[in-house]
């Protein structure tokens, strides 16, 4: 029985699976959602969390001789890339700072194809809005619209996950355009086979 074993083995070893966590957890980080399977999404979870709040706890102190510097060594023990480090310490924890906990998204995407592996994108929360993009897009549309332009619309949840999931499934297959294949031709000099009536009582 796997009794005080509570994480997934993933099929590796250990330090295989703590180098696959530091990699997810830094690409997360990154570019704020990434796409991979539910079981490693599950696990990748709590890693980022525990980040995420070792990095609230440094900015909170604000103090770069105390804690917070203490805070970013433990941080840096998993993400070795410091422009990384330095976007959690400086966006993302403070973004977090009045939230409890529960940083990241789980959202399940469909199956594989290949594999047939349940995929799932997970993402930071509020990585879908951003206040300042939201506003230019909402300038260029007014402006759009004095000009008689019809208004860009952005993809609602819904909408990213539905284009998300046809790209793991691999959409539909181009269809041709309407052209249809001719029938071959007999080859040149090539006589037609032809079946005469056997004669009735012939031998």
């Not at 997810?24 to 399977?37: D, F, G, P």
């Not at 529960?102 to 592996?117: F, K, P, Q, V």
């Not at 996950?161 to 029938?183: C, E, H, P, T, V």
């Amino acid at each position: 029985m796997r009794h005080r074993n509570a994480h997934r083995k993933l099929g590796r070893v250990s330090e295989h699976r703590t180098a696959l966590l530091r990699n997810q957890a830094q690409a997360l980080l990154a570019h704020e959602k990434i796409e991979t399977t539910v079981p490693k999404a599950k696990e990748l979870r709590p890693f980022v969390e525990r980040l995420i709040t070792i990095a609230k706890r440094g900015v909170r102190a604000n103090d770069p001789k105390g804690q917070s510097l203490s805070a970013r060594r433990l941080v840096m023990r998993d993400i070795l890339n410091e422009d990384v480090v330095t976007k959690l310490f400086d966006e993302l924890a403070p973004r977090f700072m009045e939230r409890p906990g529960g940083y990241t998204r789980i959202l399940r995407l469909g199956h594989r194809r290949g594999d047939a592996a349940e995929v799932a994108q997970i993402e930071l929360i509020g990585s879908e809005f951003d206040p300042k993009k939201a506003e230019e897009e909402k300038k260029a549309a007014e402006a759009a619209a004095e000009a008689g332009d019809a208004p860009k619309q952005t993809k609602s949840l819904g909408e990213r996950l539905r284009g998300a999931a046809k790209n793991i499934r691999g959409g539909q297959k181009a269809q041709d355009g309407g052209a249809k294949s001719k029938a071959s031709k007999p080859a040149r000099g090539g006589a037609k086979k032809t079946t005469t009536p056997r004669k009735a009582g012939g031998s």
